[in-house]
């Protein structure tokens, strides 16, 4: 377990949300973080105000191929939002409390309801390359062995000791994206189902692609979940989305091989119509009473 001073702490969050509040005029109640090759959506933000990581004080660097690596501040269908174009994952080498940190910043910075896009493998053996999964739960498996992001002393001024996982992805806003794909024609390629996290950055064996759908795992990733538990906690709710961008393989005959480059091309071919989900979404949200932004 990482200690303390790992990063996320109130003190480092608080510094780090000061600053981004004295450097933009946006106000973000509306937070969206892009998986690997689905940066596209922060280039939909108008008036664009963008800073690298590299320059925000305590944030970490993206490192992996896919992750521009800046924060990006603007307006999306007139919602004040900050879009992370590129996300950090636990086989960086960052400590868990280091690649959450910007959960905390969302909320200290106003953000009530976060968006969470992901590149995953389809465990489902109906998925098929190119599908878009609503996540309606998750298995973090990190977890099971004590790596979850909020070990180590609470802090009261986030959230309690012991959250409740139960809710953790908004129904109201799983019901809003179905709405919204089926209006804009995209039943045959959406599903919804449970996202398992593993901590990568080796993709699956045959083995454990076989016992995560046996655990009730739709699709298989390395994000996405220790973001959504610190959010929670914080008290935002939560909507996620994977994008299958390959088949796990459960065959010993099959000839297919999980790749990241496979998956940055199946998340181009397909973000558009993520950006498009997002938009319309976050669009629809003040006509639909229950859904207060
Ligand atoms: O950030 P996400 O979860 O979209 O990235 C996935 C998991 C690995 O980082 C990478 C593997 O191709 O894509
Ligand atoms: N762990 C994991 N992450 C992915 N991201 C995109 N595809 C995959 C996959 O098959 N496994």
């Not at 990568?200 to 996405?224: K, N, Y």
Request: hydrophobic fraction near 35%; proline fraction near 4%; charged fraction near 20%.
């Amino acid at each position: 377990m990482s200690d303390i001073n790992s990063g996320g702490n109130y003190e480092e969050c608080r510094n780090t949300a000061d600053w981004l509040l004295n450097h933009t005029q946006v106000r973000p109640t509306v937070g969206i973080v892009c998986g690997s090759g689905l940066g596209g959506l922060a280039g939909m933000l108008k008036d664009p105000q963008v800073f690298k990581y590299s320059d925000i004080p305590n944030f970490p660097r993206s490192t992996v191929h896919g992750h521009a690596g800046q924060l990006v501040f603007g307006t999306l269908k007139g919602k004040p939002c900050v879009c992370m174009q590129g996300r950090f994952h636990l086989y960086e080498g960052y400590p868990i409390q280091k690649i959450t940190l910007p959960m905390r910043v969302f909320k200290l910075m106003g953000v009530e309801t976060v968006i969470l896009t992901n590149a995953a493998g389809g465990l489902n053996q109906d998925f098929k390359v190119g599908d878009i999964m609503i996540i309606k739960d998750h298995v973090n498996m990190p977890g099971f062995a004590g790596n979850n992001p909020l070990a180590g002393p609470n802090d009261d001024r986030f959230g309690v000791r012991f959250p409740c996982m139960s809710d953790a992805y908004d129904r109201e806003l799983q019901q809003l994206a179905h709405e919204v794909a089926t209006e804009l024609g995209y039943s045959d390629f959406l599903r919804e189902g449970v996202y398992c996290v593993l901590g990568g950055p080796s993709f699956e064996t045959i083995a454990e692609c076989r016992m995560l759908h046996r655990l009730g795992g739709d699709a298989v990733g390395m994000s996405t979940v220790h973001e959504v538990i610190v959010a929670r906690h914080a008290g935002m709710r939560c909507f996620a989305m994977s994008l299958i961008t390959n088949r796990s393989v459960m065959d010993y005959d099959s000839q297919e091989r999980a790749n990241h480059e496979e998956v940055l091309e199946t998340s181009g071919q397909r973000s558009k119509q993520m950006e498009k989900l997002v938009t319309t979404m976050l669009d629809r949200l003040d006509n639909n009473k229950n859904n207060s932004f």
